[in-house]
């Protein structure tokens, strides 16, 4: 019946329906999970790449550091403020299903 009316109406004949083929879509969407956790690494390694030039550069500019305060500086060379902020970034991207209330992380 699919066949004569795809005839009939000049369309070639799907070899399956299209609401059942769902890997297609599940490929999509691992690719773009790929791409996300790809662009995430390269966001946390040039964060955390960045503290020692950023630090290197503010010491070497005496009116930068005078400026910021030698406190300041300290506090932007944290390597752990970096992987906390990174964290929290990286885990307020999982969300968890209303009906439970909690993040999918718990």
Do not use: F, N, Q
């Amino acid at each position: 019946m699919r066949a004569e009316l795809a005839a009939e109406l000049g369309l070639r004949d799907p070899e399956i329906t299209w609401h059942v083929a769902r890997d297609g879509l599940v490929e999509i969407v691992c690719l773009l999970a790929a791409i996300g956790g790809s662009v995430g690494k390269i966001g946390a390694d040039v964060a955390l790449l960045c503290c020692g030039d950023l630090v290197t550069e503010l010491r070497t500019h005496p009116v930068v550091v005078a400026s910021l305060g030698a406190e300041r500086i300290d506090r932007l060379c944290d390597p752990a403020a970096y992987l906390g902020g990174a964290r929290a970034m990286t885990t307020s991207v999982l969300s968890g299903h209303p009906s439970r209330g909690t993040p999918a992380s718990s």
